[in-house]
């Protein structure tokens, strides 16, 4: 998934595993992911190499093409 910075809008680079980090800011971010229809944050799963998203709110599997990426930028 591709993102942009909300401040500079230039492409994020990735820096970890739902981290991101803009290189024209000098801004870390980390991705929090969020319910479609609930718009609760939603638990990270991954079995197998695939990573999916579990609602608690919910109580079902979403798949991350369905997720909300909210980015949360790091003071
Ligand atoms: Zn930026
Ligand atoms: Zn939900």
Known sequence: ???????????????????RHCPSCDSDFVINVCCRECGQP??????CGAVS??????NELKSKSTAIYNLVKQA
Not at 42 to 47: C, E, F, N, P, T
Not at 53 to 58: K, L, M, Q
């Open 53 to 58: 998203f579990w609602c608690d709110h919910c």
């Open 42 to 47: 939603l638990q990270r799963l991954k079995a």
């Open 1 to 19: 998934m591709q993102l942009s910075c909300p401040d500079c809008e230039s492409e994020l680079a990735n820096s970890g595993e739902l981290k």
